[in-house]
């Protein structure tokens, strides 16, 4: 299989133990096996715990894993690359700079004349709709408003791959549902594969061409669910009769799995 070929992300037998070797460990992660397409929007939800996060941490390069392999465009992952790109929950901004600057850091780190890294810069801040804040600061903006920042700063440097970890979790209900139709917007244009790290049942089917859902103790996959519903989505998506459907199916598989931990706690 060439590169070309290969899914954006390939995970085998996953294992991943918290605690020293030779003492008391903790498996957080067993025997996971999951797959990405390219060009592929996946969600992965689960209950607290399940180790979503520290799943997407392995598929960064940031985190070592103790069995299976993680393959990002048929290579093997053994740290962080260009070819991904990260948008964190918490924003991450960096207080001291202007938006633009933010947008444009990973392409200053590269090296990118500042003409030409504030022109890919700009572009991006109008199709997040801040082109009028480029000279803002983040503690001007709401918290939506970072966020768009966020998303920005990681389409900047033409990543292959997006990894999302709750990006809209701290974020108040009315924006969040406008920052979900505008992201899937800007990922049709592109040919970016996305993995989005979610709570919310409602946001994982209405993004995702496959929602994947975990369970506990440890941390392991449950059901991989293709979302048939068409695109491009919008508002009216909410309203159809099958998204309802597999919506109520993930609340049910969810509440199933919290049911028995909390039967076994």
Same mark, same amino acid.
């Given at each position: 299989m060439t590169d070309l070929q290969a899914p954006a992300i390939s995970i085998s037998n996953l294992t991943k133990y918290y605690g020293p070797a030779g003492g008391q460990r903790m498996k957080a992660l067993e025997n996971v096996n999951l797959t990405v397409g390219r060009g592929e929007f996946?969600? %992965?939800? &689960?209950?607290?715990?399940?180790?979503?996060?520290?799943?997407? +941490?392995? /598929?960064? *390069? %940031?985190? &070592?894993?103790?069995?299976?392999?993680?393959?990002?465009?048929? +290579?093997? /992952?053994? *740290?962080?690359?260009?070819?991904?790109?990260?948008?964190?929950?918490?924003?991450?901004?960096?207080?001291?700079?202007t938006v633009i600057d933010n947008v444009s850091f990973g392409l200053k780190v590269r090296g990118m004349a500042k003409q030409e890294r504030y022109a890919i810069a700009r572009t991006l801040l109008t199709s997040v709709g801040l082109a009028d804040f480029e000279n803002s600061y983040p503690r001007q903006l709401s918290g939506g408003m970072q966020q768009r920042v966020g998303l920005a700063r990681a389409l900047a440097v033409s990543p292959?791959?997006?990894?999302?970890?709750e990006p809209f979790s701290a974020i108040d209900a009315?924006?969040?549902?406008?920052?979900?139709?505008?992201?899937?917007?800007?990922?049709?244009?592109t040919d970016l594969s996305v993995l989005f790290i979610t709570h919310a049942m409602d946001e994982a089917v209405f993004l995702s061409d496959k929602v994947v859902i975990m369970g506990a103790r440890p941390g392991h996959v449950t059901d991989v669910i293709d979302v048939d519903l068409p695109r491009p989505r919008n508002e009216e998506t909410r309203r159809d009769p099958r998204f309802v459907e597999l919506t109520g199916f993930v609340w049910d598989r969810l509440r199933g799995m919290i049911q028995e931990d909390g039967q076994a706690a």
């Open positions: 996946v969600s %992965i939800i &689960g209950p607290s715990g399940c180790g979503k996060t520290t799943m997407l +941490k392995m /598929v960064g *390069g %940031i985190l &070592g894993w103790d069995e299976g392999t993680v393959e990002v465009l048929g +290579k093997g /992952v053994t *740290g962080p690359g260009p070819e991904r790109a990260t948008v964190f929950q918490s924003f991450a901004l960096l207080p001291w700079m292959q791959l997006l990894l999302m970890d009315q924006t969040r549902l406008i920052l979900q139709t505008d992201l899937l917007d800007i990922w049709s244009k």
